[in-house]
């Protein structure tokens, strides 16, 4: 126990020893992260300020978007800094948020099923989606996955933490990561982590199953449709959130089916980047790209922020 009660910060694994590689992890994390950020912050401000965009679809897009905002920013940045000033320490404190934000990341999975949900009232039952999905009940859903999220998180967090750590303090990942942590207790952690992954895995299969049936029963609905447009219009506002998900579960699986035990600190780090890095990034190009509503918001707020721009250019000449 007093090991626990000293230990004061936890050394994360570098991607290298050698200088010029520390910058060049610096400059491509740092773009990396500034595509992420630049386009969850454009989802957000669109959707916030677009009128258009006032709809459950898109207020539970923004939502993921904020949850993608916070989940990046809480582990990228810290690499980056030890990366830029040659070190590899993080605070007792600091992991322990990193793990807590990380987790609550997880948030994102309810998220998507709850857009589920909205897809197939909308297309299945588009009769009753006023009085179903309205502004209450959007907000009431979107606070129980928040608050649910934030249980989850307090719970795997604490269950992580309450632990003797006495096997050293390197964790084998670029960030506190719960698997890597565990690695380091002093008593046999086998039965928490079991407990861990059980709960993650029940709680994803509910989801999963959720997201396939709602799916199911949207598919047969749309193809019934007689008319090709009013088909393709539905696909459209479908399409984006089934890449998202996917995205989303084949990450996730790949880093759980990964042997963190066995497995080698480059294969840890390759698989860490891919899961804690790829969706935050990639979701607003899906969704911008796939989305002519988000599209031409997007357009727009764009255009307005140049002409505010040159309109002041002028005015101060």
């Known amino acids: 126990m007093s090991n626990q009660t000293t230990m004061t910060g936890f050394l994360l694994l570098g991607f290298s020893d050698i200088r010029e590689l520390q910058i060049l992890h610096f400059i491509v994390f740092l773009v990396l992260y500034l595509i992420s950020l630049l386009g969850n912050l454009l989802i957000i401000t669109a959707i916030a300020l677009d009128h258009h965009l006032h709809t459950p679809m898109y207020f539970f897009l923004m939502n993921l978007s904020i949850l993608d905002f916070s989940s990046i920013s809480v582990t990228i940045p810290k690499s980056m800094a030890n990366s830029l000033m040659n070190t590899r320490s993080i605070s007792y404190c600091g992991c322990v948020v990193q793990v807590f934000f990380f987790v609550f990341a997880s948030a994102n999975l309810a998220i998507l099923t709850i857009m589920a949900y909205d ?135 790949f880093a759980f089916l990964k042997p963190t035990s066995n497995s080698t600190s480059d294969l840890n780090l390759l698989v860490a980047v891919l899961y804690s890095i790829m969706p935050p990034m990639m979701n607003p190009v899906i969704y911008s790209m796939r989305n002519k509503e988000m599209k031409g918001a997007l357009s727009k707020l764009i255009g307005w922020r140049i002409f505010s721009k040159n309109k002041m250019s002028i005015f101060l000449h």
Request: glycine share 6%.
């Open 119 to 253: 897809r197939y009232i909308a297309i299945c039952q588009p009769l009753h989606y006023e009085m179903v999905m309205n502004r209450r009940a959007c907000v009431q859903i979107a606070a129980s996955a928040w608050i649910s999220g934030i249980l989850y998180s307090a719970l795997h967090t604490g269950n992580t933490f309450v632990i003797s750590f006495c096997g050293g303090n390197m964790v084998d990942q670029f960030f506190c990561e719960i698997p890597q942590l565990l690695h380091l207790a002093c008593s046999d952690s086998n039965i928490g982590e079991v407990v861990a992954i059980s709960l993650s895995v029940l709680l994803g299969l509910i989801c999963f199953a959720f997201i396939t049936v709602s799916y199911v029963q949207i598919f047969k609905t749309v193809l019934r449709i007689p008319s090709e447009q009013g088909r393709h219009k539905a696909f459209s506002t479908c399409l984006p959130h089934l890449i998202v998900v996917s995205l989303f579960l084949f990450t996730g699986t």
